[in-house]
């Protein structure tokens, strides 16, 4: 006899294997849930570039360490001319001289994926090697910052600027979701960042997440703590998923090289993996209660 969970095992499964089905490029996924320790995986230990994802180790080892008193989160730092950089983010529209604190570098790397922002938090870290280190410490082999943001240098091949397997960079969000990753007032910190993300159009794209909740004083049925990416035919989204009734999961997804190499709202690499949020939520819902989800056109079943 099939039991319940198995049926939503195996349906989670067959709704991944539909998705990736649909897209034309590479996709893996993986994602634990935050109080029964299931795993949700496809294609989890391929190295898939990380587009701004990578952004998360950088916003870990800033919090690491101003937890150790190792660097102060209230300095102030200069823009310079030689900072700007486009892409996305603020700054680059920004007149040399501002004087934001590292709190507000970290802030605007994490919300608004600014790349100006981005490379002063890597230098005021001391360069790349400190993120890794960093992530070695936590056993994220793959988790990589190959350089800092630099568009001459990362061409055409945004592995150029990070990588990492969707299994690791979802433990590393399952440890900051369950303050695992460096104690809880570091992971407490982490996740207060991701929490006022601003891009929301790929894994949480369908769920019913108003993020202004907080503004509006209201009390939403899900939460969502993320760090997007994107770049041409790549999209990358790994982050923590609560729900008010208590549990939630951590994922990670990404596609990379597929044929839609528009920025457009309804690209596809955006597009699959909202499917595969909606799949994660519908999978992991409470039974007894509809899940906050919108209805799309793109539903595969």
Aim: with cysteine; net charge negative; glycine share 8%.
């Amino acid at each position: 006899m099939t039991s319940v969970g198995d049926e939503r095992r195996q349906g989670v499964g067959t709704a991944l294997e539909a998705i990736e089905s649909r897209c034309t490029g590479e996709l893996g996924a993986a994602a634990r849930n935050l109080e029964t320790g299931e795993e949700v995986r496809l294609n989890a230990e391929a190295v898939f570039p990380t587009a701004s994802v990578i952004k998360v180790p950088i916003l870990v080892e800033m919090m690491r360490r101003a937890q150790a008193g190792e660097l102060s989160l209230d300095r102030r730092v200069s823009l310079r001319h030689a900072d700007r950089i486009g892409g996305s983010g603020v700054l680059k529209a920004f007149e040399p001289g501002v004087e934001p604190t590292l709190r507000d570098v970290a802030t605007l790397m994490i919300v608004l994926s600014d790349n100006t922002a981005t490379n002063m938090a890597i230098d005021a870290l001391g360069g790349v090697d400190p993120v890794n280190a960093t992530m070695d410490k936590l056993g994220f082999a793959t988790i990589r910052l190959h350089n800092r943001i630099d568009f001459d240098l990362i061409g055409s091949d945004v592995r150029r600027l990070g990588e990492a397997a969707p299994a690791e960079m979802c433990a590393l969000m399952h440890g900051i979701a369950t303050r695992e990753v460096f104690g809880p007032d570091v992971s407490q910190a982490v996740e207060d960042v991701l929490a006022q993300q601003q891009y929301l159009d790929q894994v949480p794209r369908y769920l019913q997440f108003n993020p202004y909740w907080r503004e509006l004083d209201d009390d939403p049925r899900v939460t969502v703590a993320c760090k997007t990416g994107f770049f041409t035919g790549t999209r990358v989204d790994a982050g923590i998923v609560r729900f008010r009734s208590g549990g939630g999961f951590a994922y990670a997804v990404a596609n990379h090289l597929c044929q839609d190499e528009t920025f457009l709202p309804e690209a596809e690499g955006a597009v699959v993996n909202g499917l595969v949020g909606k799949a994660l939520l519908e999978h992991w819902w409470p039974v007894a209660d509809k899940p906050p989800i919108a209805d799309t056109s793109y539903d595969i079943r």
